[in-house]
């Protein structure tokens, strides 16, 4: 069975910096994609920053040039670098690994920014 664990949330004030953490385990293949989506109270779920195997990395206007992913292929994990946080970057944050047939998500880790 297929799980992706995310670690790496918390609370932090305004221009801190936090790290996530995911971890992909049970999966008999890699992944070629692995993102980032966020979803704060009364909103829609978004998208944040995604990456390919091949290092390539796509990532929201509100987080460019504040946020960096990255990822180990080897170990099938994915990372995500939050600095220069604001209060809007509060929300729950879920590591997603996209399939043909299915997309796997994290359970999501709270992220808090205090003004």
């Known amino acids: 069975q297929v799980q992706l664990v995310e670690s790496g949330g918390g609370l932090v004030q305004t221009g801190g910096s936090l790290r996530l953490s995911c971890a992909a385990s049970?999966?008999?293949?890699?992944?070629?994609?692995m993102g980032w989506y966020r979803q704060a109270p009364g909103n829609q779920r978004e998208l944040v920053a995604v990456?390919?195997?091949?290092?390539?990395?796509n990532y929201a206007d509100s987080v460019k040039g504040r946020f960096t992913i990255s990822r180990d292929n080897a170990e099938d994990r994915v990372y995500l670098q939050m600095n220069s946080l604001v209060p809007e970057d509060t929300a729950v944050y879920y590591c997603?690994?996209?399939?043909?047939?299915?997309?796997?998500w994290g359970q999501g880790t709270q992220v808090t920014v205090s003004s």
């Open positions: 997603q690994a996209p399939t043909s047939i299915y997309d796997y």
């Open positions: 049970g999966s008999v293949f890699r992944f070629n994609t």
């Open positions: 990456i390919t195997r091949g290092k390539s990395a």
